[in-house]
Every structure is written in structure tokens, then in C-alpha cells.
């Protein structure tokens, strides 16, 4: 597998296991963050920073996807009336 395959499915990963993983509780991230961390936040501190979370893996979901669809959306089509040949040479 090439690198950039491995990395165009980190990028959809990553943000997919955060969504799957994110507690709906923001009392369990307030006791995320102070076992692990060791950082005391309130509940709604912890509420608003869910929310940012959600917002920020969605965000970089769609662009993912964005990406995918303008990447594989045609960009290499033969122009109108080009010969084969003129089309490789116009295409790279």
C-alpha cells in the first residue's frame, strides 16, 4: 500500500474514531481530562468543548470528502473532438 493511501485513509479515520469515541456525557470528559490530563474544567466548559470537537471532526470530514469527490471528479477527461494523441499531450 503507497504512502498516500495510507494517509488519505488516516485522514478519514482519525476524525471518525474521535466522533465514535467522544463521550455524550460532558461530566465523563470532565473526568477524561482530569485523570488523564490532570486539567479541572467545569461541566459546561466540558459541553462547549464537546461541541467544538463534533464541529471540528465534521468539518474535517466533509473536506475529506470534498476533497475525494473534486480529486476523482474528472479532472483528467479527454477534451471535446481531441484526438487520442492530442489528448495525452494536453493531459500530461
Do not use: D
Amino acid at each position: 500500500m503507497r504512502a498516500a493511501h495510507c494517509q488519505e485513509a488516516a485522514g478519514y479515520a482519525v476524525p471518525a474514531v474521535v466522533l465514535v469515541l467522544l463521550p455524550k456525557c460532558p461530566a465523563c470528559i470532565v473526568a477524561y481530562l482530569a485523570v488523564g490530563a490532570g486539567i479541572g474544567v467545569t461541566v459546561t466548559t466540558a459541553a462547549y468543548l464537546r461541541t467544538a470537537l463534533i464541529a471540528l471532526c465534521v468539518a474535517c470530514l466533509a473536506c475529506f470528502v470534498a476533497w475525494r469527490i473534486f480529486r476523482t471528479s474528472g479532472s483528467r477527461r479527454m477534451p471535446e473532438g481531441a484526438a487520442e494523441g492530442e489528448a495525452r499531450t494536453l493531459l500530461g
